[in-house]
């Protein structure tokens, strides 16, 4: 074993302390602070990719999403296939949080969209589910499984968060391309990398070492931690 090997593993070893410490400490439904419509950002950089560099996500766009449909599938009784106006007629919920960027900026803003436990709920999880994996429209250099999608995950205490939302609207319009139209994650407790944007499928799965580089993440793939917490 290599010295950044080993340093590696000593990483992800207090990466589970972190989890497990934060675990203790905040509930299932500690919420993240939440403000007031004064406090909202007037400018909101945008993280990550600005716009997928996908035909299939462009022609989406160019349809003003009316074809695009939210996939749920894996490890689930009732597979779903959601399109943005079902989804959008679903029991809502909005909130105005801070998103803080791992590089080291944070902006205010306020989304609305659809508690991701109540889909859960309705595609009804299997024995043995554990983690809910996030594929994204956005393609970045090619990924370890030869492909270059984004992807992303979470554990179901996430995952049923009250906060734990999949966002539809920003600031009380249409969600920009820029900040992952038609669909992105808000996990609210976690770190700005881990809010998945221009979301196409939802996979519930027992694990994910098979996935990507077995990491959890595209991030994660490349020495993130998987759980970002804060």
Known sequence: MTQSTQWGAVLRSTEHLTLASQRRLLGRDS??????????????????TQAPDSEDYNRLLEGGFADWRLQVDGLVENPLSLSLSELKHLP??????????????????????????????????????RYVVFHCADELEVTFDGSGRYYESIDLFDAYHPQTILA???????????????LRLRVERQLGYKHAKYV??????????????GRGGYW???????????
Not at 32 to 48: H, Q
Not at 168 to 182: E, S, T
Not at 204 to 213: A, K, P, Q
Not at 220 to 230: L, M, Q, V
């Open 92 to 129: 809502s919920r909005t909130q105005i949080t801070r998103h803080d960027c791992v590089e080291g900026w944070s902006a205010i803003g306020q989304w609305q969209g659809v508690g991701l436990g109540k889909i859960l709920d309705v595609a009804r999880l299997k024995p043995g589910a």
């Open 168 to 182: 539809y609207a920003m600031n009380g319009k249409d969600l920009p391309v820029a900040h992952g139209a038609p």
């Open 31 to 48: 919420l993240a602070r939440e403000y007031s419509v004064a406090d909202i950002s007037p400018v909101f950089r945008a993280n990550g």
């Open 200 to 213: 196409m499928r939802i996979e519930v799965v027992s694990g994910f070492d098979m996935l990507g580089g």
């Open 220 to 230: 994660e793939d490349r020495g993130y931690e998987w759980y970002a917490g804060i």
